[in-house]
């Protein structure tokens, strides 16, 4: 039975952190993006966030967000630097093309810094691609 359930796998479609500046607080922060660069829009998207690291471990966050269009990405949420000495998921369920995806997108603790940054797909800034 499970053998006859199709799984589809996750492509084109990325979580992302960004370091910004924050205009209201001036200061730097991180942030993260989800990435939909699949040529069709994805919908129903569904984030669930934790981080954890053994003992310790983070309130879970869920976010959702209706509609992404090709091309695009959307804010899922700001990012402490507390949290980064943390392994942080971000477990992501969407329908595209008339199927269900999931995948779960993980930040490694302490893999988010400055100098770890590279060119992101879609987004016009430096940032770092969840595993």
């Known amino acids: 039975m499970k053998k006859d359930i199709e799984i589809p796998k996750v492509e084109k479609v990325h979580v992302a952190a ?3 500046f924050n205009e209201e607080f001036q ?3 991180w942030n993260a993006y989800i990435i939909n660069n699949k040529n069709v829009s994805i919908e129903m998207i569904l984030i669930v966030a934790k981080g954890y690291d ?3 471990e983070t309130s879970v966050m869920r ?3 209706e509609k992404l269009p090709p091309h695009s990405f959307a804010k899922i949420e700001f990012i402490q630097d507390a949290v ?3 392994t942080n998921e971000y477990q992501v369920t969407f329908f595209a093309e008339h ?3 999931e995948k779960t997108f993980v930040f490694k603790k302490n893999t988010v810094s400055k100098d770890k940054q590279k060119d992101l797909p879609i987004i016009p800034k430096m940032g770092i ?3």
């Open 129 to 131: 691609l969840a595993e």
């Open 84 to 86: 980064l000495e943390l």
């Open 18 to 20: 960004v370091r910004e």
């Open 63 to 65: 976010h959702k967000l």
């Open 54 to 56: 053994g003992t310790k």
């Open 99 to 101: 199927k269900m995806f």
């Open 27 to 29: 200061a730097e922060e």
